[in-house]
């Protein structure tokens, strides 16, 4: 594909003119095609908002509740795993002390 030149230098002002007037059209034709929206009445829109946020409130708290179901069984279920399984014995150490000499490391040569 050879491009061609153009004839005349480009003109960035008419194309900016150009990229203007079709912006300013579509803006008209726009606001032309709002006005012919049928728009809810303030009643339905205060009475379909009200839905909304009733919904939400009832929603958030079936959540609430279940996440607290939750929390509560598995906080019982770990308490009822764990009884019985802690030792009272003072002579097992709570942490192991490890010092670097007591790591051994075999290493074999390369053949």
Known sequence: MVLKKPDEPLNLL???????????QFIKEAI??????????KNTVLR???GVLVVSVIFAAF???VDVG????LEGLL??????SYS??????????I?????????SPVE
């Open 79 to 84: 308490s009822w795993a764990n009884q019985g």
């Open 48 to 50: 379909l908002t009200l």
């Open 63 to 65: 959540v609430g509740l």
């Open 32 to 41: 032309k095609e709002l006005g012919k929206v049928t728009w809810p009445s």
């Open 99 to 107: 010092s670097p000499d007591d790591i051994q490391v075999e290493t």
């Open 70 to 73: 939750i929390t509560k069984g």
């Open 14 to 24: 008419n194309v900016n003119l150009t990229l203007m007037k079709k912006i300013t």
């Open 88 to 97: 009272t014995d003072t002579s097992i150490p709570q942490s192991i002390d």
